[in-house]
């Protein structure tokens, strides 16, 4: 049976939520210079301003514009989760896929790196990374990336396992299509819902993780991040200013973290039948 997993998401109060939520953060990280006046690093007035009608959000230590900072951050953290876990699929679709179809001593060889990837700590190798290489965007991302695709191979090859076995791939395999052919035309496609999953939970990985290590101090010092935002603004946790600049980007990563959940689980609803029939139908 044919499952329109689209409605499926759609039609789940989850599912709903998550598409609101989402598409709300997407639109404030577009639209970030046309919903301030300030740029992100630019002085703006007096220190510790409260909210205003100028400063939404007050300004900080140094009279930067704290919902400035905000909008702008949601960028970071959208480009780094993004950028990451679409390089992580790829990679993962190419490693899981070809591991399964050609099988053998590549498959043995391939499910042994996945299993030492999975158990180094990401974070001791991003820090001696970064005590050598200047941190910046493109280098979080590939960073993230290295330690995201190994969790969505071992999914991808479990599922190429059982795919390959279907009549149309056989029968294309009878008629000598190669692997590229094979995965691109029949692979793929039916892999779609699994890598849209795979893809949501990579992507809030890949944010939570970037704010955690801004927060430690490993990043772009000339990127705007929540994770540094909040580790700065915990320096003046003794002032009443936390309560402007801590709790919104505190907010907005819960936020935007909560939102790829409720996506993810709506999906993953979609996908097993058994969590269909329980709960799948209870925000009809």
Known sequence: MHIDYWQEIKHDSFGRAGLVLISLIVVLAILAPLLTSYQPHEYTGSAFSPPSGQHLLGTNDVGQDIWTQLLFGARTSLIVGCGAAVLALLISVLVGCTAALFGGVYDRLIMRLVDAMIVIPPVIVVILVAAYLRPNM????????????????????????????????????????????????????????????????????????????????ISDPSVISWGKMMQHALRFSYLDVWKWWLLPPGFALSLLISTLAFLGFSLEKALNPRLRKGVGHAGH
């Open 138 to 217: 493109l280098l979080m991302i590939l960073l993230l990336a290295a330690f995201l695709w190994p969790g969505g191979a071992r999914v991808i090859r479990a599922q190429t396992l059982s795919l390959k076995e279907r009549m149309h791939v056989s029968a294309a395999r009878t008629f000598g299509a190669g692997w590229p052919h094979l995965l691109v035309h029949h692979i793929i496609p039916d892999l779609g819902p699994v890598l849209a999953a795979t893809l949501i939970a990579d992507a809030r990985r890949a944010i939570f993780m970037e704010a955690g290590l801004s927060f430690l101090g």
